[in-house]
């Protein structure tokens, strides 16, 4: 684990505990008791910010407890999670087939949680001097993506942005250079809604060769910042002086907001196969939907539902209890200017939550 980052998310803390109880409440777990102890997570940088959020709010209703979350990358979280090495893993996208295995063997039959609790947009962000608003359809977003759009003043580009002046200047798309479910999210967007323009799987890592890459979501985000005619994607909680694109969805250019990504979880559906308390959604990236933006990321918690010991299960379920309760949701939007999650979601989440057990 990074020290240093883990340093910054590591809250011990300070102030009085929450006297409430119950399920949900601003006490954060199931039984209302004072805990004590060190949890450990890993996983994808999106959640970062929110992270912050909810251990800040987390350590004002359980003092004693630390929470580490080192932002590594959904990958390394999944793979850190499957090996053993920490408590939780946070994901933008959900186990594969070949992971839900290894699930089984670090988690035991009663198998694992994934639960859908940040949910927010992902920012087509871009550098372009005398530009402030851009519209992208699918189509040529995938082309410039895809590098076969490689200059602003493409007629393509023209099209969706009549009133613009565009420059004549060559364009320099940004990709996560690391296994990433932003990535993953960003490329599975592109191949529902950009049909032969994004000739390509979905994947968390890159597939298109010769473009700029950089590391972590903060690394695109200094990446595009750093040079007149880049264009990356982000969470859009870190996007900061960036120019946001719209996105084509229909008859009309979307913005990214919080808003437009809850309106498209709630038209998607739950995947199908999974285990009982395994809540992986399938998005409806290809929405015509008005107001709804389809490039959304969904960063799960993923953990076991039963653990070895009484301590970590009791420490897993508390600090999941407080981060889908409204405060929880409520600190993370904050924090990371995230969509809430539903009162569905949530009680969907909080049934799993309070499965969570010990062995023996």
Known sequence: MSAALAATLALAACGASNEETGSGTASGGDSGEELSGTLVGAGASSQQAAMQGWTAGYSSVQPDVTVNYDPIGSGGGREQFLAGGTDFAGSDASLD????????????????????????????????????????????????????????????????????????????????????????????????????????????DWPVSGGEAAQGTSGVVSAVGAGNGSIGYADLSQAGDLGVANIGVGEEFVEPTAEAAAAVVENSETLEGRGEYDFAIELARDTTESGNYPIVLISYHVGCVEYEDQETADLVADFMSYVVSEEGQQAAAEAAGSAPISDNLREQAQGAIDAITAAG
């Open 97 to 204: 087939e070949e992971e839900l295995a290894q699930a089984e063997e670090r988690c035991g039959e009663s198998g694992i949680f994934e639960l859908a609790n940040y949910i927010a947009p992902i920012a087509v962000v871009y550098n372009l001097e005398g530009v402030d608003e851009l519209n992208l359809s699918p189509e040529v977003l995938a082309g410039i993506f895809n590098q076969q759009i490689t200059n602003w003043n493409d007629p393509a580009i023209a099209a969706d942005n009549p009133d613009a002046t565009l420059p004549d200047l060559p364009i320099t798309p940004v990709n996560r250079s690391d296994e990433s479910g932003t990535t993953e999210n960003f490329t599975e967007y592109l191949v529902a809604a950009a049909g032969d323009a994004w000739p390509h799987e979905a994947s968390g």
